[in-house]
């Protein structure tokens, strides 16, 4: 065909189309256009909730917020023990949640037999798992203590179970993804050497995995730093006037706070859920911001 | 000029010349070095068959590997001599659905036999890739992970990892940057480090799978001067794709190729011809190798 047309027709000639592109035909335009504004409406709406938040609460967000206890009088009212108590859950919860995912995850990807009907099972159920709505797991825990004879169930342990078993599929799953990103080429390298499968395993496959594994725990924790319903089920008091102190002391923390003071029919509290709103969202922006920079920094080198 | 004459000048000097008649000139210390017909095998493949899943990967392979000597394994793709490589060690047990059939012995013994630890079987039988695969790790970490994780009797690792580099012939390039990440190096440097990483656990037998392929010319040549370095202590297995690397630096060498199912289309590797690489390069016995050797196929 080239042959009999070279002649006819430069390369030159058979490049150029009329002066319109097939990327700007009108089908093309629309749909192009569709994306932008699906895109704009996200980033619209993620925009008014913060502009309006801080317009709200951008007056209380002060060291009284930090250093107060929740008060009748909203002048004198802080978050202090909704913060302190937030840092006490995640902490427990990430003390139990991370080991924990981790090993599981380690023994799926490392060691378990892929192939066995067993393992297919656990694997499609920790999928499941990931979507199961956070109250289902707020139930779990409050059945749980009530077994083990726990009467008040607002502590901080408990809230921790009920947080570490609804972010412990997404620790599981984002540490497969992490070990499983380690060539395979490493760990055959230290196996070939005569070390043996634990040892590859502690050695260099989970070192090379942790940027990754850190990545998704840290993201895993921000989910639970925002929930509230789990919570909530287990009883969680609105108003907390000391500083939680212990694994079994009584706490709330800043998303039951905030959901606490909007019940509030003055203005004020408001004002001061908007507050605690930006700090909450603060931290969880730090939070998600850590994790990329620990990706960015340990960017694969292979 | 042959890269190997002047590492190879000693040797010749302490033993003098006893090489057949026939020998070209470039490939002239390979006959001084190996003359017996027999090799005698520090490794050897008795009637090996090896399958994934139902799949009969490389059939019938009877091959001895020589004490102190560089077998080259070639031929085209798919013939099957990188798994006969990986079965050398029991790296194919990491392979799912992968077994051995027939035996390879080390000194005689079975490394598929009962009783056999495949963990040990790897700490003497040590393997290098295709790809440099330096550990996430200094350069010294490096060196000092085998013995460290074999648990190697060590009076000081720096001093094991000092001779082990410059055993590698590397040591003058990194002496100053041991606690550098291995990632700095140069790709054939990093392969030089992984040969290195081998020999720290003082293995008996180096596999090596095609291990200049990523690298360019210059790089390769090092890596067989070195290879040629090391053969007087270890036995080295190298699987390659270039046949002049093996006329090069191997003492015998054995030629697979594909044997392909008229009805499946499946390809099982066979061997076709092993013999010392100056009668495999020079006057090949089956007209398949010949065929392969002179650029007629694969």
Request: include cysteine.
């Amino acid at each position: 065909m080239t042959t009999t047309t070279t002649t006819t027709t430069t390369p030159h000639q058979r490049l150029a189309t009329d002066g319109r592109s097939r990327e700007r035909n009108p089908r093309s335009v629309i749909f192009l256009v569709a994306l932008w504004l699906s895109l704009f409406i996200a980033l619209l709406t993620l925009l008014t909730l913060i502009v309006s938040t801080f317009i709200d609460g951008a007056g209380r967000l002060d060291s009284r917020l930090f250093t107060e206890f929740p008060s009748s009088r909203p002048q004198q009212a802080g978050a202090r023990p909704a913060i302190l108590g937030s840092l006490w859950v995640i902490g427990t919860t990430a003390v139990l949640a991370i080991p924990l995912g981790i090993a599981a995850a380690v023994h799926l990807e490392e060691f378990a037999d892929r192939h066995s009907r067993f393992n297919r099972f656990v694997e499609v159920n920790i999928q499941n798992l990931a979507a199961i709505p956070s109250i289902i797991y707020g139930m779990l825990a409050v059945g749980f203590l009530g077994l083990l004879g726990v009467a008040n169930k607002n502590i901080v342990i408990g809230g921790a179970v009920a947080l570490a078993l609804l972010i412990l599929p997404v620790v599981i799953i984002s540490t497969r993804e992490a070990l499983r990103a380690v060539p395979r080429e490493l760990r055959q390298g230290s196996l070939a050497l005569g070390a043996t499968g634990l040892q590859t395993t502690w050695r260099i496959t989970l070192p090379a995995a942790i940027p990754g594994i850190s990545t998704g725990t840290i993201l895993a924790l921000s989910r639970a730093l925002g929930e509230a319903a789990p919570l909530l089920l287990l009883g969680a008091l609105v108003f907390v006037s000391f500083d939680p102190n212990g694994l079994l002391s009584g706490f709330t923390t800043m998303p039951i706070q905030i959901f606490g003071w909007t019940n509030n029919p003055q203005a004020e509290f408001r004002e001061l859920a908007a507050a605690a709103s930006l700090l909450l969202v603060g931290i969880l922006l730090a939070m998600n911001a850590l994790a990329i920079v620990i990706r960015n920094r340990y960017q694969r080198r292979w | 000029m042959n890269p190997t004459d002047r590492t190879l000048e000693p040797s010749v000097k302490e033993a003098p010349a006893h090489a057949a008649p026939t020998t070209a000139p470039s490939a002239r210390w390979r006959e001084e070095r190996v003359t017996k017909d027999a090799p005698t095998p520090v490794l050897e493949c008795v009637d090996v068959d090896v399958r994934y899943g139902g799949f009969v990967a490389v059939r019938d392979v009877s091959l001895p590997f020589g004490h102190n000597e560089i077998t080259a394994l070639i031929g085209p793709s798919g013939c099957g001599k990188s798994t006969i490589l990986r079965s050398l060690n029991r790296m194919n047990d990491l392979v799912d659905g992968a077994r051995v059939d027939g035996k390879v012995q080390y000194w005689g013994q079975d490394i598929y036999g009962p009783g056999v630890d495949p963990i040990e079987v790897r700490r003497r039988i040590g393997m290098v890739f295709q790809k440099p695969n330096p550990f996430p790790k200094s350069i010294y970490d490096n060196v000092a992970y085998g013995p460290r994780v074999t648990g190697m009797d060590v009076d000081s690792m720096d001093d094991l990892v000092e001779q082990t580099l410059r055993r590698a012939a590397l040591w003058d390039e990194v002496k100053d940057k041991l606690k550098q990440s291995a990632y700095g190096l140069s790709g054939g440097q990093q392969q030089r480090l992984c040969i290195a990483r081998t020999i720290a656990v003082e293995p008996d037998v180096i596999l090596m799978d095609e291990p200049c392929s990523a690298l360019d010319p210059i790089a390769t040549l090092r890596i067989e001067e070195l290879m040629v370095e090391l053969r007087d202590r270890y036995t080295i297995v190298i699987v390659t794709h270039n046949m002049q690397q093996a006329a090069r630096i191997a003492d015998r060498t054995a030629f697979f190729t594909a044997d392909v199912d008229e009805t499946s289309g499946d390809r099982t590797g066979v061997l076709v011809e092993f013999d010392l690489t100056s009668k495999i390069f020079e006057n090949p016995s089956d007209s398949r190798t010949e065929d392969y050797i002179t650029g007629r196929f694969g």
